[in-house]
């Protein structure tokens, strides 16, 4: 009677251990992130031919590659008036990767930038489509006297 009730009870888990995988493949999988999100440093300005140079290092701790990701970027003078906005494109953002990316800013003089804020994403995709909460995933932070927010 005990080898019986040994063999229901093992066939049952086997059923239950069955039922889960199968659970486990119908629902679809979440990308793992592998970190928190994409995090963007102003780096360095610097006075260049054209007006100031911006560089600015992005890294992509996550298993995620952007196709797109490109901000919309607001730079506010040192009194605090707005002074251009203007698209940043950071693309592509590869997976487990830092680059630094540089960005003129024409006819600005270094001194006279305030600070930047990212107002939005506008636009950010995968290889699989848009990908959503980019802002909210987006870490910001400034090596320079310049801030950076969001």
Known sequence: MKSKSLSAAAAAC???G???HAQDAATPAQPDSGGDGVILELNKLEKSEKGCRAYVVVTNPTKTAY???????V??????VIGRRLAL?????RPDK??????DLEGAKC???GSFLINDVLD???????????LANLKVKSLTKVEISK
């Open 75 to 80: 730079l506010f003078q040192t009194d605090g």
């Open 14 to 16: 086997c059923l239950l």
């Open 98 to 103: 830092r680059a630094v990316k540089l960005f």
């Open 89 to 93: 494109d950071l693309s592509p953002v």
């Open 124 to 134: 950010c995709r995968t290889s699989a489509g848009p990908a959503s909460d980019c």
């Open 111 to 113: 001194e006279d930038i």
């Open 67 to 73: 196709d797109a990701f490109k901000l919309d970027l």
């Open 18 to 20: 069955a039922l889960a």
